[in-house]
């Protein structure tokens, strides 16, 4: 061990590192490019503080240096401090009720100082962290019902705190914890129903009720056609069959609806209903607003927003307008456009093939994590890249998917491009963990 | 454990890589496929173009001088975000505004186009605020002078001619295709309509950079894709300014209509339609006040009489009748014709003849100087009577013929828009009315240029043109040369350059004839006061009965006063005509008129007699008073009309007299004690549109 430290440095994933610095750096360009006005000194504002690309530029430094002190942590120290961390995340998450601001509409987030601080960001890495611990304990036995809802349990108890925040779309990153589960195990029938529970959600937004009703019923006799046989024999598959379809026509008829009217807010039914193309049916008019008033919102929201967006990525054409020339992003077209809409500034400043570049950089880190991943000794470890991998993909399909208009618009940001010190910092703490630990990868951890 | 599910480390890379290659697909999709779409899209939404005016060419005349040029106002823009602080009271009392004025102003910037974007505060400030403002700019952010090219007239004459331009309104950009926007501005009337496409230039498009709040951050592209603006190119007319303002003073206060034409040329030298106004009232910050108060006037200042004013030409067409009769051979400049004062070979004695001393139409000279009534209704019969022909109609249809050749009865295509084609009837008209029997005695006064005989001043003068150059004429037109002409402007003038021989055909003894006799009409006829020393001038004096309908009552308004003439006899340097409507005899009024014109054009200098002529004449005022009464309905009707809309007594106030209030108040006394509904219901009322109350009270 005496012999190792010096050596800190040798056991680390260099490019893991490298993906990282060109992506941030690809972060930083796009940011300066969407917000810098012309006639702005370059070096000044950078260091400045005032411009966003500086306070990137600021917040990318500090994530560095969070990232050099992991290195120098001992592996050890995550596993064991875990669950620590953990209960911590969700305090901190509950600490947002008394204490939060309503920047934007949302209730996530804490103010101190001049700094907004939004702990559903952060708590991402505690939760990778304690789902590996779980995972990784020679107690748990994953094949078990039980131990699959504990892990369940972990991933999906600080969701629901922050769906109490209105940030669904950040609470549905925690979904993406069910790769972890399902690379250790979790049946992947589990999976599919979730798969086909989805894809019902998504049949009842698009096929009118009736008509989907019918197409569920036929389904259901199909099926009892093609066991007629087993069904002589064992009454049991009637019964299970009639269950199903019960099951799909409530949650079609019945649950789906009730989640539009009671759960879900107005603007996120509109956005799932936008991305499908539909006029939103539970459209209540609960603010009295009158119907002109209505559109013009619509036009104004989310469907705005993805259409300058489409509008900037498409006019990007092959090769792109060039940084500078940017006419979307650089005059304001796209709104959130060094937020949640910074692909739009990547797609119209270097066009398809910088837009093909940017998407293979993300493949080859997340390959890389599964690689790393699948060479770790200890569960711990391997649990953890697998969460990485999860939280790192999700975040990039959603935001990528909702530029271009193939994912509804949740406001999650792009991991290290996104303009945003909480998550630039927190995934630079979330990626220099793993290669903390894949430093260490001969090493079992617990 | 791990080991197990080692495999479903591949199933996750190919989800996450299918996922990829969706996203990858859409991309393409956006920016391959559709990308062309959402390219313009993108142009659409940030690149602004940016139309450049270009400066509307001059129109020069004769000598050079520029009588249409160019000169620069300007507007006052607010763009209501930058106003900060300043002064409201001081300014409002520059403007001359009230402060809630201003509030309003400032609002309707906002809505018309957003806070931050500039709007017409003031147009077309007055050189006074202009300058006040200029001094106080700096107390005023927000505020900017903003250029704005004007059209202006140096000599403040030549309102008909030369037209004037206003905002292309939606006819106009629907016939221009589109090519006009709402806000361009195009030629409405004269020249500057006819030669829009050489006046306007070419428009510039310089391509801007706007952001989310079309502010204008910058050049697209810096400029690669920018079009320059070209300059509109200058005409360069025949006008004589000096004659033409000249002229313009004599018809001063009088209605009708003059025109001066180069034979030669067929360049016209002058153009005069009564009443006239000033063309620098119609630019300007009162340009949209005085147009409305020309467009109301009953006397139509606006309309050009001498183009499109017809009038019965006279006895002004007797050497045209002339000319036709020897043409076709029916008379002989030796023909005479007994007329005791009366021509009576149609029964009724009519036309009578101003003389009746025996020998006065003993040959054309003498009946053209004498301006035989008899003899010219004769050689109209004789013409259209023509055994040559099978009967009347073809015979009336060989008249109407020459008379079309002569210029009347169609269009000439002078280079200006609204040109009348004048009337010469033709047979349908005859028959139509007098059931296909008529005979040459039916219009027997055409032969004396009346009837259904109508011609434009225009076309007097150019039938002078033809008759002086012995059959031939080139289509009145003002403009000579198009500055820097191209080969694409010689469709626009060749139909000005082409000799036109429509009479060559008659001999020179025929014109010789007709000449000798309007010289004689000068020398010692009905025109001798068109007699210049030194110069042989010809002419022909015509006066026109007139009548109106005024208040359901016809009444004869004094004869219109014409005149034509051309000269020198021996070389034809202009010819005139001149209408002045209700003036009386063609030579009390049209020829000192004429003289005047035709000594300044071919002497440069007037005589002293002239010069007393050009006194007397251009200080009377001929207008008939029966418009002064017509006047007066209309504005009453208006302003009643305007009453009755807006219940504003501003302007119905001073047509209500004393006696018509105190029958109001006659009226109201009476009927107080009695209800209203007991008052009879169809009892004349003179103040029918008015309540009594209102009236008393007011």
Redesign the interface.
Known sequence: MNQQKPNILKGIDWSLIWIFLLLTGIGLTAIFAATYH?GDAIVQSFIGFKTDYSKQFYFFIIGTVIGFFILLTDSKFFPATANVWYVVGILMLLLVFPLHSSVKGTESIIRFGGFNFQPAEVCKIFVALSLAKYLSLPETD?TKLRSQFIATGIALFPAAIIILQSETGLALVYFSFF?VM????LPAVILLIGLAFAALFIATIVVDPNTLAFVLTGIALFVIYLYRRQIKKKKRILVRIVFVWLLCVGIQRFAVPYTFEHVLQHHQIERIYNLFGKNNPYDKNEDGLTKAEVKKQKESGSSYNVR?S?????????FGKGIL?A??TR???VPEQRTDFIFCTV??GF??VG??VL?GL??LL??RI?TV??RQRS?FS?CYA?GV?GVL?FHI?IN??MA???APVIGIPLPFISYGGTSLISFTILLFILVRLDADRQMVLR | MSVFNQSRSRIIKLIILIIFLFIVAQLFYLQIVDGKRRQLAAMDNAVFAKVVYPERGIIYDRKGRPILNNTIIYDLDVTPAEIKGIDTASFCQLLGITKEEFKQRVVDAIIKNSSVRPSVFKGLLTKDIQARFEENSWKYPGFTLVERPLRTYPFNAAAHILGYIREADSRDIERSGNFYRPGDYIGKTGLESYYEDVLMGKRGVQYMIKDNRNRLVGHYENGRYDTASEAGRGLQTYLDIDLQKMAEQLMDNKVGGLVAIDPKTGGILAMVSGPNYNPNDLTGSDGGKNYSKLVLDVTSPMLNRAIAGKYEPGSTYKPIGALIGLAEGVITPSFGFPCFGRYTLCGNGKPACTHHGAGHAANLRLAIANSCNSYFAHVYRLTVDNPAYNDVEDGFEEWADYMHHFGFGVPLGVDLPGESRGNIPDTADYNRENNNHWTSCTNLTLGIGQDKMLATPLQMANAMCIIANRGYFYTPHFVNKIVDETEDDTTLMNPFRKRRNVLTNISDTAYNAVIEGMNDVVKFGTARIAQIPNINVCAKTGTAENYTILDGRRIKLPNNSMFVCFAPKENPKIAIAVCVQNAGYGSTWGGPIARILMEKYLNDTLSARSKADFERISKANLVPHYFKRVQYKEDSIRAFKWFKMTKDSAYIQKYITVEMRQQAKLQLAQSKPTKQKNLPKKQFNPLYFLKPEYLVHS
């Open positions: 012309e994953f790769i399902y690379r250790e195990g300058q489409k509008i900037a990525i498409g006019s990007g054409r092959i020339k006419t979307q005059y304001d077209f797609g119209e066009g398809f837009s093909v998407l993300y493949l997340l390959f599964i991943a699948e569960t391997r697998y991998a993909f399909v990528i998917g271009v208009g193939l």
